[in-house]
């Protein structure tokens, strides 16, 4: 079975906090070891893969105003179904002020 419940929380334009409900004993095949979360850059096609002990993962490495889909699946033995699609887009990032003394 795959990581269901699955959400992500864009903080800002280069953080995103990833969240997910355990799945239930029953429905793996052994113990879990962690988790791992595919994720692609849709502007540019490039992916990543993280790995997570948890069922949350704090990333801080995206690219502002980029959207990203991510999919996550509980290792065993092996990884196990990976869960569906889900995207999300960051924020913009603030201009940062310059102050010029002269």
């Given at each position: 079975?795959?990581?269901?419940?699955?959400?992500?929380?864009?903080?800002?334009?280069?953080?995103?906090?990833?969240?997910?409900?355990?799945?239930?004993?029953?429905?793996?095949?052994?113990?879990?070891?962690?988790?791992?979360?595919?994720?692609?850059?849709?502007?540019?096609?490039?992916?990543?893969?993280?790995?997570s002990p948890t069922t949350m993962i704090l990333l801080n490495f995206f690219h502002?105003?980029?959207?990203?889909?991510?999919?996550?699946?509980?290792?065993?033995?092996?990884?196990?179904?990976?869960?569906?699609?889900?995207?999300?887009?960051?924020?913009?990032?603030?201009?940062?002020?310059?102050?010029?003394?002269?």
């Open positions: 079975m795959s990581p269901e419940g699955i959400e992500a929380t864009v903080l800002s334009g280069t953080e995103v906090m990833l969240m997910w409900n355990p799945i239930h004993p029953e429905n793996h095949n052994g113990i879990i070891h962690h988790y791992l979360i595919n994720i692609t850059e849709l502007n540019t096609g490039k992916q990543f893969v993280q790995t502002p105003s980029y959207n990203y889909t991510f999919t996550i699946a509980a290792v065993t033995v092996g990884a196990g179904p990976y869960s569906d699609f889900v995207r999300f887009k960051t924020l913009e990032e603030a201009p940062q002020l310059i102050l010029v003394v002269e």
